[in-house]
Nanobody, 121 residues
Framework: QLQLVESGGGLVQPGGSLRLSCAAS????????IGWIRQAPGKEREGVSC????????NYALSVKGRFTISRDNAKNTVYLQMNSLKPEDTAVYYC??????????????WGQGTQVTVSS
């Protein structure tokens, strides 16, 4: 079946870094734009970043711009989210999801199970 699997989450101190990975099985990522979405306890779902199918264009939420970087390696069927200068407010479950275009309205066809990121001292 078609699946996305996130990995790389964990506990990190404020100011630290993590790199999340999103690997596809059952389909190739070459044809899909990939987004990262997060949800913190008691808060609304927030789109974090999105990358086009070719990797030629990216976008970021204002809350993470300048700190996070999205990238992809289609040969490895994997998308990454490098997170630097992490803040406690970045604490959330992070999901990756596949869509046709990084454009509103976002409609994701496939979702990963999520990976927990906790930023705390």
């Amino acid at each position: 079946q078609l699946q996305l699997v996130e990995s790389g989450g964990g506990l990190v101190q404020p100011g630290g870094s993590l790199r999340l990975s999103c690997a596809a099985s059952g389909f190739t990522l070459d044809y899909y734009a990939i987004g990262w979405i997060r949800q913190a306890p008691g808060k609304e779902r927030e789109g974090v970043s999105c990358i086009s199918s070719t990797g030629d264009s990216t976008n970021y939420a204002l809350s993470v711009k300048g700190r996070f970087t999205i990238s992809r390696d289609n040969a490895k069927n994997t998308v990454y989210l490098q997170m630097n200068s992490l803040k406690p407010e970045d604490t959330a479950v992070y999901y990756c999801a596949a869509t046709g275009l990084c454009a509103f309205p976002y409609k994701y066809d496939y979702w990963g199970q999520g990976t927990q990121v906790t930023v705390s001292s």
